[in-house]
C-alpha cells in the first residue's frame, strides 16, 4: 500500500486488458481538497497512444495502485487531434 503520493511517480501503468501504458511522470493535485485529480503519463505504447506522447489520465479511471497502476478504463486508441479541423 502507498503512503505517500509522491509513490506514484514512476509506476508502471497498465490498462485493465494488461497492455502497458506507460509510467507516471507526475500528478495533479487538487490542493484546496486535498485529493489527486489525475496522473501524467510520459512515453506512451504508440499502440495505444498516437505519436507515443505524454497524456493526463483522470484518477477517477484508475482501479487499484500498489506495485503498479492499474486502470479500469482507457480508451483503445488515442489519437492527436488535428487543428483548424
Do not use: C
Amino acid at each position: 500500500m502507498l503512503e505517500e503520493i509522491s509513490e506514484l511517480i514512476g509506476l508502471q501503468v497498465y490498462t485493465h486488458e494488461g497492455l502497458f501504458l506507460g509510467n507516471v511522470n507526475n500528478l495533479v493535485v487538487d490542493v484546496d481538497e486535498s485529493q489527486v485529480e489525475g496522473v501524467f503519463i510520459g512515453d506512451t505504447n504508440p499502440l495505444l497512444v498516437e505519436g507515443s506522447k505524454a497524456i493526463s489520465v483522470p484518477y477517477r479511471w484508475i482501479q487499484s495502485v500498489g506495485d503498479i497502476v492499474i486502470l479500469r478504463y482507457f480508451p483503445k486508441r488515442v489519437s492527436l487531434k488535428k487543428k483548424g479541423k
